[in-house]
């Protein structure tokens, strides 16, 4: 896996894409539906590797906001997915699948965090699967079809929560 770059290399290509709006408390700051990092084009809700300096494996996050603001700092916010070993304490009678991702919900640390676009490593295909599909997966990098709750630091089947 490539390196991620960082903002002061001149190496890397970046182009925003379609614009969402302003916001902020001075609405100086301006959302984005899209950009082009490094010759890849991502778009909100896409799934990607972000930068992990505790260890060589990426975490992963779904794009939920992207903007840049008014000192031209690009930033995203991510929804988080959990690996098996990152909640292993809370998995205690859980059988999970090798390439099996927990999407975080509910209300607290974990779910999502905001960090500059140029954390971005690449793209990832996370795709949901139906439980009914039986030991059947789509061709994917990870799957998922559990959350975890932050919250409350279990895991759940389902949720009644907005999914951003």
């Known amino acids: 896996m490539a390196a991620p770059m960082g903002k002061d290399d001149l190496n ?3 182009a925003w894409g379609r614009k969402r709006g302003m916001g902020g ?3 100086d700051v301006q959302f984005y539906e899209s950009f ?3 010759g890849v084009q991502y778009a909100l809700n896409d799934t990607v590797y972000l930068q ?3 260890c060589d494996v990426p975490h992963i996050g779904k794009l939920i906001k ?10 995203v916010k991510v929804q988080w997915f959990f690996r ?3 909640i292993q304490k809370f998995l205690e009678g859980i059988q999970t699948k090798e390439n099996e991702l927990f999407l975080a919900c509910g209300d607290g640390k ?3 965090n905001v960090n500059p676009l140029e954390a971005i490593v690449g793209k990832c295909n996370v795709v949901c699967i139906s439980k009914n599909i039986g030991n059947s997966q ?9 959350f975890f709750d932050v919250g409350q630091r279990k895991v759940v089947d389902q949720t009644d929560d907005k999914i951003a």
């Open 84 to 86: 098996s070993r990152e």
């Open 25 to 27: 408390k001075k609405k």
């Open 36 to 38: 082009t990092f490094d």
């Open 138 to 146: 789509p061709k994917a990098d990870f799957v998922f079809y559990r």
């Open 110 to 112: 974990g779910f999502a």
């Open 12 to 14: 890397y290509e970046f």
């Open 52 to 54: 992990n300096e505790s």
């Open 66 to 75: 992207v903007w840049e603001n008014r000192d031209k700092s690009r930033k």
